[in-house]
């Protein structure tokens, strides 16, 4: 911008700006790049670089008058005409539309949940860079060890602070430790003073049990039995406490002896054989911070002595008191190094920032060894604090037993927080942590309140009484089979709303997120949605299966076994159709309540429903076909049929073959989509039809006569009679010619008995047209021979099904 010249075309030659026009211009677009967003300080810059004082005088007095900004706006509109435009910016490349199968209608609960779990991922990138910047004033540290490093004067100096109070440090443990072997012995005699004093006093042992109460004890007997014996453990409980507080004190003095004698030298040596000042100062800081920690070990230990149960104050284990004071020598350590960080990092000229860092990462540490010895220590605090056993029969303390096995949820939540709060200096933290205290408290308590209570409902609504079972028998079953599943919603439900009140509690807007927010109405919208499409489903499923078993016990309360097995047989395919529409139509609201466009998977699934039936459309035929046979009763298991040029006895019938059992012994199993008719012989009745051949000269009369005479014969008999339901009827003669007259005549039976009727018949026809002489034809070419008529002529026939080689089924 500082060598920039303008000039403008004027009747084809260029002429130079003035000068004042030249910084007008100038001035000009500086006052435009400071306007362009996000390019203020970049122009500001350049402006400063290409114009001086005077010259942005100059501009400002152009800017001022009225004339002189007229022309200068005309300059700029000819420069503006002659100058060539900018070249276009190349079109971007049109993104590749979507091909996915699924998409995410707009304004709808899963577009919603995109985006907001969008911004909760930015939301969540920020806290985290805010959390890793609470330790980025490490740089600081890394900058001050170059620095100390580089410097060999102070090298030398750090060099020599340490390796001196190393030293020192060094002797002062090696005579503590020295100090502790020599007393040893007077630590035994104390804990051997503890037991000696507790056998003279006759103090019973904690864990004795207590008596149990005498045979034909009432209830009430048992529990004041039970009160008084807690009193009287509770009595010989404080009293060995009592006799073991002076022991353990003597104790805790003996072991601080040696701790002081390490402080004695540390301080004395610090003093003595140190030549700077920073040495002397950063023995006196390890020295001292060594001494407070063990010091703080050293109290906590009293209370549970791993190594001298005797004196031990609190009632734990062994194991527990090991684990205890095993953890203890880790979480008293970090305080120790934050005081020595806090005094060192002043004594080498550490920048306040690089030492507050270090404080808050070892403080960090600390709150997570916290959060382990929390864990490690769950279970024992819990049974500690398990009520009475005369009172965990009753419901509330029984709540409360439970309630207590969570006791370090709250407890490592109030762990970081107290570090958070601490590290970051939040305004009322404390303040928020009473409050939240209390309103989880109150969250949880009312939580357990109201699922007792809607629990105790459900069972409730669940009990079938014994009327209604009566009345409807398998219900109490169908409703015991849909417990399990209700009770797990219930129990989401009450879990989804104790987290809104739970977040509620610690401050978050979870209530009106809810019900005012953008997406927590859509959400509660499509639970209700789904929940109401579930139960309407459930409800019409289990009507539907309780209509189909109560009309086939109808059927075989009423003797229509026929009708109750057809309809037991399409039971199985009504439920399968069923279900899969129930199935569909909730999936289908399902997912259009998430917001799921379901019109390409209906799309979809209509193609590959129309592939799979043109595919395996004679599987379909099958399918269609029996379930008609089925529901209009042709066949059933036992009739004798001829289907696909098969006669046998109907075995099995499924949805999609029929099995037919042949005179010979034969297995056929034929699918319905070849059964183009079926021919029943076990329905209602058959005919046995008399179809032979007399002499044109024989009497009808005489011959219905002897057929109804042996017909009524055989309808006397027990074997037969109950098997013909008519008499002989005389259908005529069919036709009369040189080979004789047809005789017609039939015979009903009941379904299924033709053949043992014809039987039987045709033999005592035999007999007696034989003994009657009746007459019948005799073929041309034996006319020469001198033949008397005889039953050879005779024919009768049973309207036989036509079978493959095959003969009618015996008796």
């Known amino acids: ?351 306040a920032r690089g030492t507050e860092a270090i404080i808050r990462s070892v403080v960090l540490i600390e709150h997570v060894l916290v959060a382990i010895f929390t864990w490690r220590v769950r279970m024992h605090v819990a049974l500690a604090l398990q009520p009475p056993a005369r009172l965990r029969t009753q419901p509330f303390w029984m709540f409360l037993g439970r309630l207590v096995y969570l006791w370090w949820v709250p407890a490592m939540f109030f762990n970081f927080a107290l570090w958070l709060i601490w590290a970051t200096h939040i305004q009322g933290g404390y303040a928020w942590i009473i409050r939240t205290v209390i309103l989880t408290t109150a969250v949880v308590i009312l939580s357990r309140v109201l699922s007792v209570l809607i629990f105790n409902l459900q069972n409730r609504l669940f009990h079938v009484s014994p009327a209604m079972e009566a009345r409807y028998p398998g219900l109490q079953a169908r409703v015991n089979y849909y417990y399990p599943v209700s009770r797990k919603i219930l129990s989401f439900l009450m879990f989804f709303a104790s987290a809104m009140l739970f977040l509620q509690a610690l401050g978050l807007p979870a209530i009106h997120f809810l019900f005012h927010g953008r997406l927590g109405p859509k959400i509660i919208g499509a639970m209700l949605s789904v929940l109401v499409a579930y139960t309407v489903a459930i409800f019409i499923w289990e009507a539907a299966n309780a209509a189909l078993q109560g009309q086939i016990t109808r059927f075989e309360n009423s003797s229509q076994t026929g009708r109750a097995s057809r309809l037991r047989t399409v039971l199985p395919i009504i439920k399968t159709v069923l279900l899969a529409l129930i199935i569909i139509i909730v999936a289908v609201t399902t997912l259009s309540q998430i917001g799921i466009n379901v019109a390409p998977l209906l799309t979809g699934a209509g193609i590959m429903g129309a592939a799979i039936a043109f595919g395996a459309q004679s599987l379909v035929k099958d399918f269609i076909t029996g379930f008609f046979m089925l529901v209009e009763n042709a066949i059933q298991v036992g009739d004798w049929v001829t289907a696909g040029g098969v006669s046998g006895t109907v075995e099995h019938l499924s949805i999609r073959t029929l099995r037919l059992r042949s005179v010979n012994g034969d297995l056929h199993i034929i699918p319905f989509s070849e059964v183009s008719s079926i021919a029943n012989t076990s329905r209602d009745y058959n005919l046995v039809v008399v179809d032979f051949m007399i002499d044109l000269s024989q009497d009808t009369k005489q011959l219905c006569a002897i057929l109804h005479e042996e017909l009524e014969l055989m309808r006397k008999t027990p074997r037969y009679g109950h098997l013909i339901m008519s008499e002989f009827a005389f259908l005529g003669i069919e036709q009369a010619d040189g080979n004789g007259a047809r005789f017609l005549g039939s015979v009903r039976t009941t379904p299924g008995s033709k053949w043992t009727v014809y039987r039987e018949y045709y033999a005592r026809l035999a007999v007696r047209m034989n003994n009657e002489g009746i007459k019948f034809p005799v073929p041309s070419f034996l006319n020469l021979l001198d033949n008397g008529p005889g039953a050879d002529g005779l024919k009768v026939t049973a309207a036989v099904p036509p079978t493959t080689g095959t003969h009618a089924p015996q008796a």
């Open 1 to 351: 911008m500082r060598h920039l010249t303008y000039t403008c075309q004027r009747g084809g030659k260029g002429h130079s700006l003035p000068g004042f026009w030249r910084v007008a211009v100038l001035g000009f677009v500086a006052m435009c790049l400071l306007a362009m967003p996000g390019q203020g300080h970049a122009a500001d810059t350049d402006a400063a670089q290409g114009m001086s004082r005077e010259q942005a005088q100059q501009v400002l007095a152009v800017m001022n008058d009225p004339a002189k900004r007229a022309e200068f706006t005309n300059t700029l509109s000819a420069i503006a005409s002659r100058l060539p435009s900018a070249p276009a910016a190349p079109a971007a490349a049109p993104r590749p539309a979507a091909t996915d199968a699924l998409s995410v209608e707009p304004d709808t609960l899963g577009s919603d949940l995109v985006q907001d779990m969008g911004s909760l991922r930015g939301r969540l990138i920020v806290q985290a860079q805010h959390f890793v910047a609470l330790f980025g004033d490490l740089v600081f540290v890394a900058h001050w060890t170059h620095t100390i490093f580089a410097d060999p004067q102070s090298r030398m100096i750090l060099f020599d602070a340490m390796g001196r109070a190393t030293l020192i440090l060094l002797l002062a443990l090696a005579a503590e430790h020295g100090f502790s072997l020599l007393l040893r012995k007077p630590l035994l005699k104390v804990t051997e003073r503890a037991v000696a004093t507790e056998r003279r006093l006759n103090l019973p042992d904690a864990t004795a049990t207590a008596a149990p109460p005498p045979a034909g004890a009432t209830a009430q007997d048992k529990d004041d039995a039970q009160a008084r014996q807690g009193d009287i453990q509770a009595q010989h409980a404080t009293l060995r406490l009592l006799t073991r507080v002076p022991y353990s004190l003597m104790h805790l003095l003996i072991k601080l002896l040696p701790v002081g004698l390490f402080f004695a030298l540390g301080t004395c040596f610090a003093y003595l054989l140190t030549t700077t000042h920073q040495a002397m100062l950063v023995t006196l800081t390890l020295t001292n911070a060594y001494v407070v920690a063990r010091v703080v070990y050293l109290l906590m230990e009293t209370l549970f002595v791993p190594h001298s149960p005797a004196i031990r104050l609190c009632s734990a284990s062994d194991q527990t008191a090991f684990m205890v004071t095993h953890w203890l020598n880790f979480l008293v350590a970090a305080p120790s190094v934050v005081v020595c960080l806090s005094t060192l990092g002043g004594v080498f000229d550490m920048p």
